[in-house]
């Protein structure tokens, strides 16, 4: 990336563009986002009500810091360094130190990583990975301490949570699973209930987020996730049917997905002499990996219908991001013990530098695309919204002065005042009257009005129920244009003052209150179990 500029993968300019409206917010004073204001070339959508705040968070402060063009590079360092610390974390405790780093390095360049960091490029679900390997040593420590081992498993699936939402729903997936192994393992109940109770935690603690995300889900498209070739029949390994394009890297990603399925497999033989130095480790590992394997596969349809919310994982490949773990510790343990350790660790290196050249040289290498966005921002143009997070009712390639069907900024400047013909029922410029503007924040309008007659103002702005506005003091209803949901205010004849704002939202102020409950109870459960018997 040094040389070649970002590798832009499929989510590259989502994730950028979102850093970018997320830095230019702070600027303003808005320390969390919940509106994107110039997504939608303009008009804005919710984005950040529903999705996770880790990443755009560590993203906008790395652009404001080193620059929008190294902000991608540094993020993935960064991450994959957090990972590579997290799975040495998890090894330290059974294999010896050589093995750990060993571990450490082949979950971080595990061939995963190489595929969502350049063909991708989704830089929340790589943040979410990261942790996997401490969500395995919280259930570890559930397992053998129970109730001790609560307070550091709730925080971390709630970190998890707070980075990607699908690789969120694969973490709470495999950490029921493993509380089943954890039980079973010791025989005991208790390891799943004091495991129960940290899942309960993490989601408390994540609530801020989690609530409002899944209450106002209703104000807007979050079918298209899993819509067309995003659904998970569509997305099985090897699958077949569909855009020749996407079936195509569907089979790339499908070959990785085999061979480290295999690769595992074949190491999990070799390390079976070993069990006995990690057993309880051992049977969650080997149960994380058979049930992964298994539902990425086509036989696996059943669950992806019957378990609830799974299908919002859209890709069952996914799943890879819990096998990563099982594949990286199990590597590290045969090959520290094969006879010729030189050979095994070349072979490895091998296999995973080949594989990481192969990904490189077919990736989309793009030094343009951060000061592309950065300048389409500064001009006043914005960034294209996305089909989820669109209102109800909302085409967003029908709204006024967008280029529809294309990723490319209009044309020319959309006004941010139109009005509607009362004859025609067409947007048309706004003459005949004056707007002046007083105030333009994205969460925050404000602006007064002369007109003389009365009129229907289109705004450069999307409805969404959270919107209030006051006409001179005075509430008044929010039109929508239909199939555009593009804003529409009825003003008087006269001089009006006229005042938008982004309410907060009565799930937002509960999900606020249960994160800090459940921070409260966290501290205090925290200072009781502290010096208590296990």
Known sequence: MFFLGNASGHDFQFHLASWLDVASQWRQGILYPRWAAWANWGYGEPRFVFYPPASWTLGAALG?????????????????????????????????????????????????????????SDFAELLAEALFPLLILGALRVTRNRWRGVPFLGFVLAAVWLCNAPAAVIATYSLALLLIVGSTFTRNVRPLIAGTAAIAMGFGLAAFYILPATAEQRWVQIAQVVSQNLRPEHNFVFAHGGDPEFILFNWKVST?????????????????????????????????????????FAPSQVLWRLLPKLRFVQF???????????????????????????????????????????????????????????????????Y????EYAPSGCDRYELPGVTPNSDDPPSQPIPQFSKVDPDSDEIVPAAGMRVHIDRWAPEQRAFSTKSAAPVDLALRLVNYPAWDAHIDGQQTTIGSRPETAQMVLAIPAGAHKIDLSLRRTPDRSAGDAISVLSALLLIAFTRFRRGKPA
Not at 65 to 81: D, E, H, M, N, S
């Open 64 to 120: 404001s810091i080193v620059g929008w063009r190294a902000a991608p590079g540094t993020y993935i360092w960064l991450t994959l360094i957090a990972g590579g610390m997290a799975m040495w974390r998890l090894a330290r405790e059974w294999l010896s130190p050589r093995e750990a780093i060993a571990a450490a390095v082949f979950f971080a360049v595990n061939p995963y990583n190489l595929l969502v960091v350049y063909y991708r």
């Open 256 to 296: 990785l997905a085999l061979g480290m399925m295999l690769i595992t497999g074949i190491f999990a033989v070799f390390v079976a002499r070993r069990r006995r130095e990690f057993p309880a480790l051992w049977w969650m590992l080997l149960a994380i990996a058979a049930v992964s394997s298994f539902l990425m």
């Open 316 to 382: 069952p490949w996914r799943w890879l991001d819990a096998l990563s773990v099982a594949f990286a510790f199990l590597a590290a343990a045969a090959l520290g013990r094969s006879r010729k350790q030189w050979i095994s660790w070349f072979a490895i290196l091998a296999v995973l530098g080949a594989t990481a050249t192969a990904i490189a040289h077919d990736t989309w290498w793009d030094s343009a695309d951060a000061p592309t966005l950065a300048d389409w921002i500064h001009s006043g143009f914005g």
């Open 384 to 387: 294209e919204g996305t089909d």
